[in-house]
């Protein structure tokens, strides 16, 4: 069973750090990009960070500077380091990758999406 799996979410004072972990376990041939979303309650899954494959990153406005994307390719993992966390930033975050699975030849695309990881900063 292909499936993200995510963890490192909790509750945190204003100003405090988290830091998320997505794992891609399962018949993948490759990872594309691999990307941290986020919903808030009654707002809509918004874009936090992305990574390409080979390491270029990309953040919303809101997070930048604070937050830092990366993944190990090897170990299939993508990780999400928060910093100087706000209100604001509390959501269900949830992981998604690129992929491709399967084994060659017989090998196609999938979006794959986490469960999501509840983060909660107190003020």
């Known amino acids: 069973q292909v499936q993200l799996v995510e963890s490192g979410g909790g509750l945190v004072q204003a100003g405090g750090s988290l830091r998320l972990s997505c794992v891609a376990s399962g018949t993948i041939f490759r990872i594309d990009n691999m990307d941290w979303y986020r919903q808030a309650s009654g707002k809509q899954r918004e874009l936090v960070a992305g990574i390409t494959a080979s390491g270029i990153t990309d953040y919303a406005d809101s997070v930048k500077g604070r937050f830092t994307i990366s993944r190990d390719n090897a170990k299939k993992t993508v990780a999400l380091q928060m910093n100087s966390l706000k209100p604001e930033d509390t959501a269900v975050y949830y992981c998604?990758?690129?992929?491709?699975?399967?084994?060659?030849?017989?090998?196609?695309?999938?979006?794959?999406w986490g469960q999501g990881t509840q983060v909660t900063v107190s003020s």
């Open positions: 998604k990758a690129d992929t491709i699975l399967g084994t060659f030849p017989r090998i196609g695309a999938q979006e794959l």
